[in-house]
């Protein structure tokens, strides 16, 4: 890639993640890290050290750190609670966004972005990293080929036993606000169609180190009329699945699983008229994707897209049918009501 000019870029939010950004954006030639801000200041002095980068301007007040240095772009790595006015701050003063997941806290609030992006004619991305993984690529890709013919359901299970600390073991809806929203954009991905309803119960299991629910079951249906089930929980101990999820795919000749990393399988229907029909194993075909590798990828797609003037696959105006998703689950969790989306 080789931009017109350096992207002068501020990096919000300098805690875990923030690492695995300036890892991918300083290996991009001309992107250039020209502020690092976090409200504890000392956190992104340390990020300035630890990434050699003497002159960024360094700053716990956003707004001043915005005009000081006058980016082009904006990383927004804060908590989710942070993650609205940050980006509205930041599309307001005419940069382009790439945020942390989710979007924002509510679909109400995403909405209100999506608005100001357009207004700002700024592109605003979202980092669904786990979409650049090359064997969801594959997966996605042997789904469309029809050799399971046509898909009726999906599930998907999630079960780690992840002792954060911090912010998410006081964060309410944690596993469907926090992780599910990754695996429901990439059940998105798979299945190629958008969400229509969700019925979901949350609870916090017995012995639970999380103050708020920390499992959730929910069946969605989509829009090409398939179901979709997800089952996942933060407070698992034991057998853990990948943070990919474990994927069964069913479709009307056959079936696949994905272990969420390299074990895919697939059988289809050989010969019917017995009890239960035989069945002969199916190659998954190699695919080359573009711009795999997680959140490299992404920020790779979207400074490309800078370029070319158009959007990335994350951007925030469809990561909403995602984003809906979630508080859709959420809505039907606190109602025990079976919930209509409309992103
Ligand atoms: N994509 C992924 O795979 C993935 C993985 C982990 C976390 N995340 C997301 O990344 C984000 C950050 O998570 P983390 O694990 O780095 O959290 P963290 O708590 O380690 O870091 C967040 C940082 O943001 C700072 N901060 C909070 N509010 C701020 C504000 N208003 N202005 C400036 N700085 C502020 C905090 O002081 C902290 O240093 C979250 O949205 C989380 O959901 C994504």
Same mark, same amino acid.
């Given at each position: 890639?080789?931009?017109?000019?350096?992207?002068?870029?501020?990096?919000?939010?300098?805690?875990?993640?923030?690492?695995?950004?300036?890892?991918?954006?300083?290996?991009?030639?001309?992107?250039?890290?020209?502020?690092?801000?976090?409200?504890?200041?000392?956190?992104?002095?340390?990020?300035?050290?630890?990434?050699? =980068?003497?002159? *960024?301007?360094?700053?716990? #007040?956003?707004?001043?750190? !915005?005009?000081?240095?006058? %980016?082009?772009? @904006?990383?927004?790595?804060?908590?989710?609670?942070?993650?609205?006015?940050?980006?509205?701050?930041?599309?307001?003063?005419?940069?382009?966004?790439?945020?942390?997941?989710?979007?924002?806290?509510?679909?109400?609030?995403?909405?209100?972005?999506?608005?100001?992006?357009?207004?700002?004619?700024?592109?605003?991305?979202?980092?669904?990293?786990?979409?650049?993984?090359?064997?969801?690529?594959?997966?996605?890709?042997?789904?469309?080929?029809?050799?399971?013919?046509?898909?009726?359901?999906?599930?998907?299970?999630?079960?780690?036993?992840?002792?954060?600390?911090?912010?998410?073991?006081?964060?309410?809806?944690?596993?469907? =606000?926090?992780? *599910?929203?990754?695996?429901? #954009?990439?059940?998105?991905? !798979?299945?190629?169609?958008? %969400?229509?309803? @969700?019925?979901?119960?949350?609870?916090?299991?017995?012995?639970?180190?999380?103050?708020?629910?920390?499992?959730?079951?929910?069946?969605?249906?989509?829009?090409?009329?398939?179901?979709?089930?997800?089952?996942?929980?933060?407070?698992?101990?034991?057998?853990?699945?990948?943070?990919?999820?474990?994927?069964?795919?069913?479709?009307?000749?056959?079936?696949?699983?994905?272990?969420?990393?390299?074990?895919?399988?697939?059988?289809?229907?050989?010969?019917?008229?017995?009890?239960?029909?035989?069945?002969?194993?199916?190659?998954?075909?190699?695919?080359?994707?573009?711009?795999?590798?997680?959140?490299?990828?992404?920020?790779?797609?979207?400074? *490309?897209?800078?370029?070319?003037?158009?959007?990335?696959?994350?951007?925030?105006?469809?990561?909403?049918?995602?984003?809906?998703?979630?508080?859709?689950?959420?809505?039907?969790?606190?109602?025990?009501?079976?919930?209509?989306?409309?992103?």
């Amino acid at each position: 890639m080789q931009l017109s000019k350096k992207m002068r870029t501020v990096l919000v939010g300098c805690g875990g993640m923030s690492g695995a950004w300036l890892d991918a954006a300083l290996t991009l030639p001309d992107v250039e890290i020209v502020g690092l801000v976090d409200i504890v200041e000392a956190a992104a002095r340390k990020r300035a050290v630890d990434f050699h =980068l003497p002159q *960024a301007v360094i700053g716990s #007040d956003f707004q001043s750190v !915005l005009e000081q240095t006058a %980016p082009d772009v @904006v990383f927004n790595c804060t908590i989710p609670e942070a993650h609205y006015a940050i980006t509205l701050a930041a599309l307001r003063h005419g940069c382009h966004v790439l945020s942390e997941k989710p979007l924002a806290n509510s679909l109400e609030q995403g909405k209100i972005l999506v608005e100001a992006a357009q207004q700002a004619n700024k592109i605003f991305a979202v980092i669904q990293n786990r979409r650049y993984d090359a064997q969801i690529r594959r997966m996605a890709h042997f789904l469309t080929t029809g050799a399971l013919g046509p898909l009726t359901t999906v599930n998907s299970d999630f079960y780690i036993g992840a002792h954060f600390g911090g912010f998410r073991e006081q964060m309410k809806h944690v596993i469907l =606000l926090d992780m *599910a929203i990754h695996s429901f #954009d990439a059940a998105r991905l !798979l299945t190629g169609a958008d %969400p229509v309803s @969700v019925y979901c119960q949350e609870w916090n299991p017995a012995g639970s180190w999380y103050e708020h629910d920390a499992s959730a079951i929910a069946i969605f249906e989509m829009s090409n009329g398939l179901i979709y089930t997800y089952r996942g929980s933060w407070c698992a101990e034991g057998l853990p699945t990948t943070w990919e999820c474990d994927w069964r795919f069913i479709g009307q000749q056959g079936s696949a699983t994905w272990n969420g990393a390299q074990v895919i399988q697939a059988q289809v229907v050989a010969a019917t008229g017995t009890f239960t029909s035989t069945h002969q194993d199916i190659e998954i075909p190699a695919y080359q994707a573009e711009n795999i590798g997680g959140h490299a990828g992404i920020i790779r797609e979207f400074f *490309a897209c800078i370029q070319n003037g158009t959007q990335p696959e994350t951007n925030a105006a469809d990561n909403l049918k995602s984003l809906a998703m979630v508080f859709g689950a959420i809505e039907s969790a606190e109602s025990g009501q079976k919930v209509m989306l409309h992103s």
